[in-house]
């Protein structure tokens, strides 16, 4: 899903948080607006990224789920396509907002 595909006032945190099988399609999707979840270890701890280059989507996510929006990490991103990097921001996630397990991987 792409900007075009929802009208700006109708994009709903749930409705655009997807995963990917392939880092670089979850990079793209970010780099669109979407909200890439990628799943990750870190000294044996199950985390996940929220990724994307929609602040605003992103805060609307943190505030449903529970997390503050000081939590909210600046990073900018290389775009794949380009290789111009970007402004994007990302959530840490784990524990109790860790989202569960999907079946619908893209």
Same mark, same amino acid.
């Given at each position: 899903?792409?900007?075009? =595909?929802?009208? @700006?006032?109708?994009? %709903?945190?749930? =409705?655009? $948080?997807? @995963?990917?099988?392939?880092?670089?399609?979850?990079?793209?999707y970010?780099? @669109?607006?979407? +909200?890439? $979840?990628?799943?990750? +270890?870190?000294?044996?701890?199950?985390?996940?990224?929220?990724?994307?280059?929609?602040?605003? +989507?992103?805060?609307?996510?943190?505030?449903?789920?529970?997390?503050?929006? @000081?939590r909210?990490?600046?990073?900018?991103?290389? =775009?794949?396509?380009? #290789?111009?990097?970007?402004?994007?921001?990302?959530? =840490? +996630? #784990?524990?109790?907002?860790?989202?569960?397990? %999907?079946?619908?991987?893209?």
């Open positions: 899903m792409t900007r075009a =595909d929802q009208p @700006e006032g109708h994009r %709903s945190p749930a =409705d655009v $948080l997807r @995963e990917f099988r392939k880092r670089r399609d979850g990079m793209i970010a780099m @669109e607006g979407g +909200l890439w $979840l990628h799943r990750h +270890l870190w000294k044996g701890r199950r985390l996940a990224h929220v990724v994307s280059t929609d602040k605003a +989507l992103l805060l609307a996510y943190g505030a449903a789920i529970g997390v503050p929006a @000081e909210l990490q600046y990073k900018p991103l290389k =775009d794949p396509r380009t #290789g111009v990097r970007r402004d994007a921001w990302h959530w =840490d +996630l #784990g524990g109790p907002v860790l989202p569960p397990p %999907s079946d619908r991987i893209y």
